[in-house]
Nanobody, 126 residues
Framework: QVQLVESGGGLVQPGGSLRLSCAAS????????MGWYRQAPGKERELVAI???????????DIADSVKGRFTISRDTPKSTVYLQMNSLKPEDTAVYYC????????????????WGQGTQVTVSS
């Protein structure tokens, strides 16, 4: 009932930039949170950045310390889209990045459910 489609991953040199996009579609009633997680080989999935109260005029943002100052998360509420601008990329940022959407849809409202995108590979290497 809800789909998340990611785009924007790829190969970039250290110090470079990438912008990830994630668009949610389906029978969405409201979006309470959208964000990004990542998983490197042999490691657990970890939070990168998330916007909560995503439909509100004043959402809150949580960003991992490891990317603070380099990554920025933003959203386009009418499009149910979230972006992750990644600057000053480092080899340790290499991972599969997954979009998370916490949404209420027609089948679940007022309860919310978590949906995940298919993942997009980000590789930082010279």
């Amino acid at each position: 009932q809800v789909q998340l489609v990611e785009s924007g991953g790829g190969l970039v040199q250290p110090g470079g930039s990438l912008r990830l996009s994630c668009a949610a579609s389906g029978s969405i009633v409201s979006v309470s949170a959208m964000g990004w997680y990542r998983q490197a080989p042999g490691k657990e999935r970890e939070l990168v950045a998330i916007i909560t109260r995503a439909d509100d005029a004043n959402p809150t943002t949580d960003i991992a310390d490891s990317v603070k100052g380099r990554f920025t998360i933003s959203r386009d509420t009418p499009k149910s889209t979230v972006y992750l601008q990644m600057n000053s990329l480092k080899p340790e940022d290499t991972a599969v990045y997954y979009c998370l959407g916490r949404v209420a849809h027609r089948g679940s409202w007022p309860s919310t459910e978590n949906y995940w995108g298919q993942g997009t590979q980000v590789t930082v290497s010279s």
